[in-house]
């Protein structure tokens, strides 16, 4: 993809600060983005998009404003809120933020499972209640960890509770022979998989095959004291049928960062069950993000003026980056 003598960079954000870029990089300009009305009326000569805020609705809403539009960089793990029939049909490429976020959500994810095993919630609320009541706990060394996902995410989240004494596996869509794990096993094992896993984690991008991957039979396979952590997006579970297992004490608990409403409703009884800590999508945000995702751009927008092939690109039939170990 060889870029234009002069290339114009739509910076969808909320504010300059949001998105540490240069004040200028030769040959490119970069106009800041805060409105549909602004894309329409500002950046009608765009040839690529940086999606700092995954504004789908100004972007599909106004598609077709820039005939000039040749490459959309989401700043984003998922790009499921880009893949609109008009984008996807189009011969615009997407590419997303493969890599950035891997070993922060590993992190995050390792410390929920161990904060479910060390009954930390409970012991929050009894702490602001000054109450003393001894439990037991758990360990999280031996237990058994499934991970759905085997992208860049996924496999930094297995390799670090393989390094903690966890016995984790990473499932994919198909089983397959993999270098660094042995096997990945495919999700229609789930079933065969899930009554004795201590921890479900899901890393899957969201696509209409993985919606609701997680139903009614599924969390009805799983153990009354396995716990589910759910970094990836909210719709790969079902919530309704998730917070009545929850409620019934059908499974142990569940770490959630992600929700089929973002933000949670104020009403949802998720927030007040014992068994789940809820936390607002922030599992990747470790501290320097934000340079992390400018570097990768920079570096993504001098291959694009170069005409040297990008990284991370979205296969945009599939609604993910294919076989990605980043
Ligand atoms: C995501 C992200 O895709 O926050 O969830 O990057």
Not at 4 to 29: F, I, M, N
Not at 300 to 323: C, H, I, M, T, W
């Amino acid at each position: 993809m060889a870029g234009p003598e002069k290339c114009v960079v739509a910076v969808v954000a909320e504010s300059p600060e949001e998105a540490p870029l240069p004040d200028r990089v030769e040959g490119c300009e970069f106009r800041l983005i805060s409105s549909a009305e602004q894309l329409v009326a500002d950046a009608a000569d765009a040839d690529v998009v940086l999606s700092w805020q995954p504004r789908l609705d100004w972007i599909e809403r106004n598609w077709g404003w820039s005939p000039r539009l040749r490459w959309i960089n989401a700043a984003h793990a998922g790009v499921d809120h880009l893949m609109f029939p008009g984008l996807v049909r189009s011969d615009v490429t997407v590419t997303n933020a493969g890599g950035i976020f891997n070993d922060s959500i590993a992190e995050y994810v390792l410390g929920l499972a161990l904060a479910a095993c060390a009954d930390l919630p409970a012991t929050l609320r009894l702490q602001a209640r000054h109450e003393w009541l001894h439990r037991d706990t758990r360990r999280l060394a031996g237990s058994e960890v499934l991970v759905l996902g085997a992208g860049g995410i996924g496999r930094a989240v297995t390799r670090l509770m393989n390094a903690a004494g966890t016995r984790a596996r990473c499932l994919a869509r198909t089983r397959r022979e993999d270098s660094e794990f042995g096997v990945i096993g495919g999700i229609d094992e789930l079933p065969a998989l899930l009554p004795s896993a201590d921890f479900v984690v899901l890393a899957l991008p969201f696509t209409p095959q993985t919606r609701h991957i997680l139903g009614p039979a599924e969390l009805g396979l799983m153990r009354g004291d396995a716990w589910l952590v759910n970094v990836g997006r909210g719709a790969l579970v079902d919530e309704p049928a998730l917070t009545g297992a929850l409620m019934g004490g059908r499974i142990g608990g569940a770490a959630l960062d992600v929700f089929e409403t973002e933000p949670l409703p104020a009403d949802s009884p998720l927030w007040d069950l014992p068994n789940v800590i809820v936390s607002p999508h922030m599992s990747g945000d470790a501290r320097g993000w934000e340079r992390a995702m400018a570097d990768l751009f920079l570096d993504q927008l001098k291959r694009y003026r170069a005409g040297e092939p990008l990284v991370n690109v979205v296969d945009k039939s599939l609604g993910f980056v294919p076989g990605s170990r980043v």
